[in-house]
């Protein structure tokens, strides 16, 4: 076929296409454009450490650590299926950063794949759902849901997809009886893996708006109430679970023209970021403090809004794409208005809603084919943007592959970011660059005084330094920012451990056990403090404590704690009985059996008393000889 030819006709070609050749060329592409994600790369500290490589329900694969995992939250968030996806590729792979990336990617194309099958039935333009397919293939605003190996929202978008395929099905064979059986178990999977997807029904409606010749019918109306039902059970679990992870905003107070201001700064930001992705970012800081979005920039968010929103009424295509977009930028746009993140905006947002953005684009440039431009013209456009976005996204990958480019590539596009400047500063900190680490936290805390993160990091520069009262001040400071911070109570007991100031260091656990009551690690300190400090009553109401909420065995130390606790309590049966459980967890140590001697010889019990003893000299415990002799001469009498 000439060339020519193609370029004249390339729409009726394509039509003719086999859709499976389609999809291959497109994976194919996608493939060399992610293909830096296949070298080596590693966890960044944002959040793939405690979500995986630290989270112990991960790390064990059992029966024990899945259920444990669908019956605990994590992190002020419920997403168990997300959590077992990943304790199998720690099963198999174990801290090898590059395979999560790997099998992210696999998921995404995954997505690709039945994003194709999803459109190639709604749509009657095949070169509609080629590009629209294949931007959110390869878009550079999609690189950070491959590239940040926590970003499960990929996952979750797999069932998602995969219920709109069920749905189309059930469309397809007019309501067919439960065939939406299927669908309502697509969702609940998808919320179970990450609870963004309580936007599922988004799809659901426009998919039914486009396969409809009509949406005003009873049917349809019932079917969507059932949906938004489910979508609002799903949300008031979202906002009970996300209470348990304690409040992430500190002292934001924000005028609700700021609110308006900074939602219409976000609208414009992804626009531009979709059209021209040349300086994207891991992190959108919000703007400082005084720093007003101007009112020209509301006025002409809220024309083009308008103008969006007129077009759509007219033309059904562009309503798919307006709805689409908003629809599953909501959430996004969500936290910029109420100020519920760290960060106003974020690439991984916007994973599902690129799909809006590329159909919008792509009518617009249809229109601009009937009217200004020819076949050719139009086609050269797309090529273009494809051409230039695989460039980009080729080259983003990289950023990704550890945490030294990645806050790096930051700074250079928001050199005033006091988030990447904390977060590089603590990469160079675990690389054992202390001074340059101190440097950043002291750019970071210049940028944003409160900044309750620096704060908390510097304190362990101080502390290597044995700044003790630099390292105390610093701690102390994150706390009065933000006093729901645990981590920050923990380093600051610590600090009061280390530097022997006792009642400070018992304030401070107990303040970590009203936050977490049942902390295993908090309660075991706190008993250790107690039983020092000789408070046996104090150590036994702990011990115990531990034993009953302890998910796994606790430590023999515990039960040697309860034991020796209630031996000098004089409650020898008890304590007999607890140390006993100790040596049964642990025989080799030597004051286990000191102490049960004791309690034996308190029961008469001058034999075991006596082997006891003679067990504890044996594994090195200081034992008097004339304790050993006296219960010699015990055991002979009890003989005679």
Not at 33 to 55: A, G, H, K, R
Not at 375 to 399: A, D, E, H, P, W
């Amino acid at each position: 076929m000439k060339t020519k030819d193609f370029l004249i006709n390339y729409e009726e070609i394509l039509e003719k296409v086999n859709s499976q050749k389609i999809i291959i060329s497109i994976i194919i592409i996608s493939l060399l454009v992610f293909s830096p994600v296949f070298t080596s790369s590693e966890f960044l500290t944002y959040d793939d450490n405690w979500y995986i490589y630290e989270n112990e329900n991960v790390t064990n694969l059992s029966w024990q650590s899945i259920k444990n995992i669908f019956t605990t939250l994590q992190g002020g968030q419920y997403s168990p299926l997300g959590e077992v996806y990943h304790s199998f590729l720690y099963y198999f792979f174990g801290e090898n950063a590059t395979a999560f990336k790997i099998s992210a990617l696999f998921v995404h194309l995954l997505n690709v794949f039945l994003l194709f099958k999803i459109f190639d039935s709604v749509f009657q333009k095949r070169l509609l759902v080629v590009i629209v397919v294949l931007f959110f293939a390869i878009h550079p605003m999609q690189v950070e849901t491959i590239g940040w190996i926590s970003v499960i929202f990929r996952n979750a978008v797999f069932f998602m997809f995969l219920g709109y395929l069920f749905y189309l099905k059930y469309l397809d064979n007019n309501f067919g009886k439960y065939r939406l059986i299927p669908v309502l178990v697509c969702y609940i999977l998808a919320f179970l893996t990450k609870e963004q997807a309580i936007l599922f029904p988004v799809g659901l409606f426009l998919i039914h708006m486009m396969k409809s010749d009509s949406i005003m019918n009873r049917k349809f109306i019932i079917e969507m109430i059932f949906w938004a039902i489910i979508a609002l059970i799903f949300g008031l679990i979202t906002i009970e679970v996300t209470k348990t992870g304690g409040p992430s905003i500190i002292d934001r107070n924000v005028s609700l023209y700021d609110k308006v201001g900074l939602l219409a700064k976000t609208i414009l930001s992804y626009g531009y970021n979709f059209l021209f992705p040349f300086e994207l970012s891991f992190s959108y800081p919000y703007p400082s403090a005084g720093s007003k979005t101007s009112f020209l920039t509301i006025l002409i968010t809220i024309g083009f809004l308008i103008l969006g929103g007129y077009i759509a009424f007219k033309n059904k295509i562009v309503r798919f794409g307006f709805l689409w977009l908003f629809g599953f930028l909501s959430l996004g746009l969500a936290f910029a208005f109420f100020h519920l993140r760290d960060t106003y905006m974020a690439d991984r947002y916007t994973y599902v809603a690129v799909i809006g953005f590329s159909v919008i684009l792509y009518q617009f440039l249809f229109y601009l084919k009937k009217v200004f431009i020819n076949k050719v013209g139009f086609l050269i456009s797309f090529l273009l943007f494809i051409f230039s976005f695989s460039i980009i996204s080729f080259n983003r990958v990289t950023v990704f592959k550890n945490n030294g480019n990645l806050w790096t590539q930051v700074l250079e596009v928001n050199p005033d970011n006091a988030y990447a400047y904390n977060s590089l500063g603590f990469y160079y900190r675990n690389l054992g660059k202390i001074d340059t680490a101190y440097t950043l936290y002291k750019k970071a805390l210049k940028i944003d005084p409160k900044y309750y993160l620096a704060h908390s990091n510097i304190t362990k520069v101080y502390y290597e330094r044995k700044q003790y009262d630099s390292a105390l001040y610093h701690i102390s400071k994150a706390i009065s920012i933000n006093p729901y911070y645990e981590q920050a109570y923990e380093n600051r007991a610590f600090l009061h451990f280390i530097t022997d100031k006792k009642d400070l260091y018992l304030a401070d656990l107990n303040k970590l056990l009203v936050m977490s009551p049942n902390n295993v690690k908090y309660l075991n300190e706190r008993a250790q403090f107690y039983f020092k400090q000789r408070q046996y009553n104090e150590t036994i109401k702990d011990a115990l404590r531990i034993i009953e909420v302890s998910n796994n065995k606790p430590s023999s130390d515990i039960f040697y704690l309860l034991g020796h606790s209630y031996l000098v309590m004089k409650k020898y049966k008890k304590a007999e009985k607890y140390l006993s459980k100790a040596i049964d967890m642990d025989d080799e140590k030597s004051k286990y059996y000191f102490s049960r001697s004791i309690a034996r010889v308190s029961t008469n019990k001058w034999k075991f008393a006596l082997k006891d003893a003679l067990q504890a000299k044996k594994l090195g415990y200081k034992v008097k000889q004339e304790y050993i002799s006296m219960l010699i001469r015990e055991v002979k009498k009890k003989n005679n």
